[in-house]
């Protein structure tokens, strides 16, 4: 056989340049510019720039070789050595070939993904035939085989949504009161910004340490590529409010043991024994505090959080909502377990006076129980008194049952903090607490007014028997409760 001319090499060379000049620029082209104006996502602009530019580069390759005359069979001993090739030599860019093609095409991974890998946490950044770039959090790019990301186990936190979970782990220590821990961490969850209401948080007792009770925090966020910000924030505050309800986090305990063998005199065996003190000498002064019968120690603020304090005074902590929902009647004689569970439904919520609790028209998607101050509603349109609600009593139950908007605003009279809960919570609240169902068929009768106000909203719903609530509107409620929560 004759072997392939020097001068036919050249040419293939040449060719082998021009398209892969023309792949490389036309994907350059369907990739920022005309695939954007489309408006198609940065994950399949990735793949349809990718199948189309390399599509086209094969088939310019070829035309410009049959174009130019060249006999294609003078490639049969040429692919017979790269099929050799492949057979010994380049196994791997093989394998990263087609992986790559199963990346493009499956779209499990894709350009903007935010994923982690073999520890590396970051977003996808090119997925091209034979290898995928991943840039980290901290913008350093990682370049991986592909075959490595379809082989292994590979965590897409953007899947589907950009929305998820993000977790801080919290170890406190063993004498602490576990119920108010569960209340501090839920309480900090809702003090981050980033924190979204759509799901509540959520506090789980994942066991016992050596020297701690060990507690796991989980938050609903809006962007999960972004939850190491949301995790950071979150230790700075549950770590002030811990210091504020006088919890202390968990530390290595170490003790010393003193073998039965050893002297009970222990200064007359050595001039320079330690004392008794836990095997440490202790200068003359040390001795003088450490025998007197009384040390007054004074508490001592840090003078940037407390310029107003004298060194003698310490601050006050904050109210425990543990305590707060004692104070409401219908909660007084719940145990401690129970009170968890209230507490892990809902959320401590703190206005100030004069503040807006909501206004008419706003989504009514929370109920509300007063702990502690007041607050007043009123119909904007009317000139009327207000009236005004104290602790123990509820506020956004009907909009919130009847799934309707708000018809009151309701403002605080004086700085007030309530027990927010949701529709789902309401539900759970419900079924443990079957005498609240109860209580707050009760409290509608004070609702006369604001029922008034939502008949314009029942009858678009289609609710609205006009003789049955203009007769009774409360009766007429508490029988669409009964249906909506199958009394």
């Not at 056989?1 to 040419?11: N, S």
């Not at 953007?158 to 801080?168: E, N, S």
């Not at 009161?177 to 209340?183: I, K, N, Q």
């Not at 700085?415 to 607490?433: P, S, Y």
Request: glycine residues 8%; contains cysteine.
């Amino acid at each position: 056989m004759d072997a392939i001319p020097f001068k036919l090499i050249g040419q293939i060379i040449l060719v082998i340049v021009a398209s892969l000049g023309v792949t490389i620029l036309l994907k350059r082209f369907l990739r920022n510019k005309l695939l954007p104006k489309i408006g198609i996502s940065l994950g399949t602009r990735e793949a349809v720039s990718i199948v189309i530019s390399y599509s086209t580069g094969a088939f310019v390759f070829i035309s410009i070789l049959q174009a130019s005359g060249i006999n294609l069979s003078s490639f049969t001993v040429l692919a017979g050595g790269i099929g050799i090739g492949i057979g010994f030599g380049l196994q791997e860019v093989a394998k990263n070939f087609t992986s790559g093609l199963t990346l493009l095409f499956e779209q499990k991974i894709k350009a903007g993904d935010f994923v982690e890998w073999n520890g590396m946490t970051g977003y996808i950044d090119e997925v091209s035939l034979r290898s995928t770039v991943i840039r980290t959090i901290i913008g350093r790019y990682i370049i991986v085989p592909n075959r490595f990301l379809v082989e292994n186990q590979v965590i897409n936190w953007t899947y589907q949504k950009t929305k998820g979970w993000a977790m801080v782990e919290v170890s406190v220590a063993h004498e602490s009161d576990t119920v108010l821990v569960v209340e501090i961490l839920l309480d900090s969850a809702y003090m981050e910004e980033t924190v979204s209401y759509e799901k509540p948080a959520s506090v789980y007792f994942t066991g016992f340490g050596d020297n701690s009770l060990n507690f796991q925090l989980w938050v609903w966020v809006e962007e999960v590529d972004k939850k190491h910000i949301t995790e950071s924030s979150l230790r700075f505050i549950i770590e002030y409010n811990l210091r504020q309800y006088g919890i202390k986090l968990a530390t290595p305990r170490l003790g010393v043991w003193y073998p039965s063998s050893f002297p009970t005199d222990l200064t007359n065996a050595h001039p320079q024994a330690p004392s008794s003190h836990g095997g440490v000498q202790m200068t003359p002064d040390q001795e003088t505090r450490e025998n007197s019968p009384l040390e007054i120690k004074e508490e001592e603020t840090h003078p940037t959080e407390f310029p107003h304090l004298s060194k003698t005074v310490t601050p006050s902590r904050p109210l425990v909502l543990r305590d707060l929902l004692r104070k409401v009647s219908y909660f007084q004689n719940c145990s401690e377990i129970e009170l968890k569970k209230l507490i892990e439904i809902g959320y401590r919520k703190g206005i100030k006076a004069g503040d807006i609790l909501y206004r008419e028209g706003d989504p009514g998607d929370i109920f509300y129980i007063i702990l502690s101050g007041s607050v007043e509603y009123y119909v904007e349109k009317l000139n009327q008194v207000p009236t005004v609600l104290n602790p123990g009593e509820f506020v956004g139950e009907l909009s919130l049952m009847l799934g309707l908007r708000r018809t009151v605003t309701v403002r605080a009279r004086e700085e007030t903090t309530l027990f927010a809960i949701n529709k789902e919570g309401f539900e759970t609240l419900l079924k443990e607490q079957p005498h609240l169902y109860e209580l707050i068929v009760v409290e509608l009768g004070r609702a006369q007014e604001e029922l008034s106000q939502q008949q314009q909203q029942l009858r678009e719903l289609g609710l609205l028997n006009y003789q049955e609530l203009d007769k009774n509107p409360v009766a007429w409620v508490q029988r669409q409760l009964e249906k909506l929560f199958n009394r």
